[in-house]
């Protein structure tokens, strides 16, 4: 059981790291952005990314990634492709005796301007998310997100969270009963979030998790 990474792209300045903050702040780990927000060039060998995947089970951005479309980072493609899919990230000999695993916990948000690597694979394993010229906001506009965003959101977000992460505890059949998906499990826990507190589940919440 897998779930494909976000990849957010295109024009600067549209949103693209926040979709990855947003993320972040469910799972109440925004604080730590010296740990959870990095560039490229902080994981761009297979140990330093491997080193990162380890640390945490909680989701990490990296930001600028367009370089994997150079063949120089191929192999960097190919251990990306494996950490979404399975619980090793790579492997490695310590001390030229030893073989150990290097897991792969956290999952990722990759966010850049360029495109996803055309590898089938890669993009497989991804959920690509273009952003043009139009998603441009104005100034008026990213001020006062950015005040909402302070005041409530990375604040509030840590609700769902919470829930998420209770919700599964005391209903563990869900992750283990191999016929529901992600996309499913997703969905099923927004809808009970809002039936704990007696609302009805909106019709959105379909379109959110697709």
């Given at each position: 059981k897998w779930i494909p990474w976000l990849y957010p792209y295109g024009w600067s300045n549209t949103g693209k790291t926040t979709l990855g903050d947003i993320c972040c702040c469910i799972w109440n780990c925004y604080q730590?952005?010296?740990?959870?927000?990095?560039?490229?060039?902080?994981?761009?060998?297979?140990?330093?990314?491997?080193?990162?995947?380890?640390?945490?089970?909680?989701?990490?951005?990296?930001?600028?990634?367009?370089?994997?479309?150079?063949?120089?980072?191929?192999?960097?493609?190919?251990?990306?492709?494996?950490?979404?899919?399975?619980?090793?990230?790579?492997?490695?000999?310590?001390?030229?005796?030893?073989?150990?695993?290097?897991?792969?916990?956290?999952?990722?948000?990759l966010t850049g301007n360029p495109a996803p690597p055309y590898d089938t694979g890669f993009r497989r394993r991804i959920i690509p998310i273009i952003f043009t010229e139009k998603d441009q906001y104005s100034h008026e506009?990213?001020?006062?997100?950015?005040?909402?965003?302070?005041?409530?959101?990375?604040?509030?977000?840590?609700?769902?969270g919470d829930f998420t992460v209770n919700y599964i505890m005391e209903n563990q059949e869900i992750l283990l009963d191999g016929k529901i998906d992600w996309k499913e499990i997703g969905e099923h826990i927004l809808e009970q979030m809002f039936h704990s507190v007696g609302k009805k589940a909106p019709e959105w919440i379909k379109f959110f998790v697709e």
């Open positions: 730590n952005k010296d740990s959870t927000i990095l560039p490229f060039t902080a994981v761009d060998t297979k140990a330093r990314l491997g080193e990162v995947l380890s640390k945490s089970t909680y989701p990490i951005i990296i930001n600028e990634v367009g370089q994997l479309n150079d063949d120089r980072y191929r192999d960097m493609v190919e251990m990306i492709k494996t950490a979404i899919t399975d619980p090793i990230a790579r492997k490695k000999f310590v001390n030229k005796t030893n073989y150990i695993d290097i897991p792969s916990f956290s999952p990722s948000i506009e990213i001020n006062s997100f950015e005040n909402l965003f302070d005041k409530r959101i990375k604040n509030e977000l840590k609700i769902l």
